[in-house]
């Protein structure tokens, strides 16, 4: 089945080092995005990709950063994770820019000791 | 204020009850208008969408629109255990999704 997988599910980093988080998909989808949901919030969207064009949200801090090497992949890294981090990080994939139907991936639950 | 409003819950049902999610927003521009259900430790996944004003159906499911009090619902009918999820809106400008923070939703037998 074509799907968005996240990898790890899990994960527990300390208190500045760097974590990476990686998404890769089977939809061939053009956008890829990555969100933020701590507990019983919203998802927030850090930026996305159309193709490999970076698109970053205004308020989405420096600390935050993506990469997409190819189609199929795509990786969020922390560069020096603080407890407020701590959340969901959902990946998702789109066709196109905008487009209302957005297909997620599991998440991956981080955790900052 | 938040560009979308959603009650948190819980809401808790028993099984046959008819449900009503609601979520208000404050973007008039606005157009596209979605259901995700996320299931415990799963991403969410779209449940309906609707465009623009109007009422949409789909087994159980219903969606209704009313733009011009910027108003959103979703009924669903005789509720099943597995309908447990949190439910979350979803509204487009065609250039992000805006999510609401999900009501979280139990049916018990």
């Known amino acids: 089945d074509a799907m968005v997988i996240q990898n790890p599910r899990y994960q527990v980093t300390q208190f500045g080092k760097p974590v990476t988080l990686s998404c890769s998909q089977t939809?061939?989808?053009?956008?890829m995005y990555w969100y933020q949901q701590k507990s019983s919030q919203a998802p927030k969207l850090l930026f996305h990709?159309?193709?490999?064009?970076?698109?970053n949200e205004a308020d989405t801090p420096d600390n935050f950063q993506s990469r997409r090497p190819n189609t199929s992949f795509c990786f969020l890294d922390i560069r020096s994770p603080g407890l407020g981090d701590a959340a969901m990080y959902l990946c998702a994939t789109s066709r196109a820019e905008g487009a209302y139907e957005q297909y997620f991936g599991p998440g991956t639950r981080l955790t900052v000791t | 204020q938040k560009e979308v409003e959603q009650d948190p819950g819980p809401l808790s049902v028993p099984e046959g009850a008819i449900v009503s999610l609601n979520c208000t927003y404050s973007n008039s521009a606005f157009q596209y208008f979605m259901w995700y259900r996320q299931y415990s430790r799963k991403g969410p996944e779209l449940l309906m969408y609707?465009?623009?004003?109007g009422n949409k159906e789909d087994g159980r499911f219903t969606a209704q629109v009313d733009k011009s009090s910027k108003y959103i619902s979703l009924f669903i009918r005789d509720s099943q255990p597995s309908d447990s999820a949190t439910y979350l809106c979803?509204?487009?400008?065609?250039?992000?999704?805006?999510f609401g923070a999900g009501t979280r939703l139990a049916v018990h037998p």
């Open positions: 939809l061939n989808h053009n956008v």
């Open positions: 990709y159309y193709d490999k064009d970076f698109n």
């Open positions: 979803a509204m487009s400008d065609y250039n992000k999704l805006i």
């Open positions: 609707t465009y623009s004003s």
